[in-house]
């Protein structure tokens, strides 16, 4: 393979790299989850403020994780806002998120 071929390969790793795609990796590494969904509901919001492109601005996030263990309900939200600070900061306009531990699955 030549220069350019692996140049392009790059690029177009690059361009597939979506909000969510970011999102489920950094999640994904920070939480090591054993169920973990990340709905794109922008589709819901078009021409709404905020969703002016009408995608990747609304998203549901679902996770479940050992990490969650007896962490309270808000420091949940908090270790994930943390590890997702730059999209939320600078791309989406809405999230909400069911973050559960795999006990909690159980009740």
């Known amino acids: 393979m030549n220069a350019a071929s692996n140049f392009i390969k790059l690029a177009e790793r690059i361009l597939q790299m979506t909000i969510a795609n970011t999102m489920r990796i950094k999640l994904q590494n920070a939480f090591t989850p054993s169920v973990m ?12 403020l905020g969703n002016c492109s009408g995608s990747e601005t609304h998203f549901r996030i679902i996770i479940t994780s050992r990490t969650f263990d007896k962490v309270s309900k808000v420091q949940r939200y908090r270790m994930v806002h943390n590890v997702i600070a730059e999209e939320l900061d600078n791309r989406i306009h809405a999230v909400s998120m069911m973050l559960r531990s795999p006990n909690e699955c159980l009740e």
């Not at 589709?43 to 709404?48: C, E, P």
């Open 37 to 48: 969904e990340i709905i794109d509901e922008s589709y819901m919001h078009i021409g709404h």
